[in-house]
């Protein structure tokens, strides 16, 4: 699998996320809420001004900072590499995509634009979006991708023994 499939995974992320927080603050108020699954799931219109769970609110420029710098080390990282899984280009394809999506946001609007609301066990999960998720689910990739590779190599090793 060729490395420029994690840069079209990268804009396909991107673009769906950024089309998916167009419709939201086109057509909800901040603040507003409605159920799409009672007592679970909803979509809420919030303005994160921080990072996760609110953390670092109004530091926009570091975030930016940080984002950025990361995205320029991610990159040279991929074009040193010779050798990735299908399961690591996806991981890093989600990961810079999402992470564009978030960068987007904060550069327009000085704050990331949240809408995907979870009710899990009497407990208001924060709110966070799809470039959120693709981050998530990418660490968890690449953390498997990471933990397979040892444990073939463990294996080819104790073959060889």
Wanted: aromatic share 16%; hydrophobic share 50%; with cysteine.
């Amino acid at each position: 699998m060729r490395k420029y499939y994690i840069y079209i995974i990268s804009i396909l992320v991107l673009a769906f996320d950024q089309f998916i927080k167009w419709f939201i603050t086109t057509t909800m108020q901040v603040g507003q809420s409605f159920s799409i699954i009672p007592h679970f799931f909803g979509i809420s219109y919030v303005q994160n001004k921080g990072a996760a769970w609110g953390i670092l609110e109004g530091k926009t420029i570091f975030l930016l900072l940080v984002s950025a710098v990361f995205l320029i080390l991610l990159n040279r990282f991929l074009i040193q590499e010779t050798k990735l899984s299908k399961i690591s280009i996806l991981g890093y394809g989600l990961l810079i995509g999402g992470i564009l999506g978030n960068f987007c946001d904060r550069l327009v609007h000085k704050y990331v634009i949240d809408y995907l609301s979870f009710h899990i066990f009497k407990y208001d999960f924060p709110v966070f979006n799809i470039a959120d998720m693709a981050i998530v689910i990418s660490i968890i990739l690449l953390i498997w991708d990471i933990v397979r590779g040892e444990i073939d190599e463990y294996r080819s090793r104790n073959r060889r023994a």
